[in-house]
């Protein structure tokens, strides 16, 4: 396959992380939504999940899209690319 394809794979995977991180930001707080208490609440509840606060949740919810998107890439590299 072309480098297109493998660099749409990537895209594909990183938007379809990003928005995954976005609902589990508006959802997962004690206020929900996107207003500045439901991003407050989210991040705070995500972080304490693990066991942080709000920057370990700004750090789990910043990481989701780039793995998601490297697993997509290799994914499609692995099983689609002809070589």
Known sequence: MNKFNKKLAGLVG???GSCSSLVLVSKAGIVSGLGATGIT???????????????TGLGVVATAPILIGCLSYVGYKYFV???
């Open 14 to 16: 990183s938007v379809v």
């Open 41 to 55: 609440s989210g991040l705070g509840s995500v972080g304490g999940a693990i066991g942080g606060g709000m920057a």
């Open 81 to 83: 690319d002809d070589k």
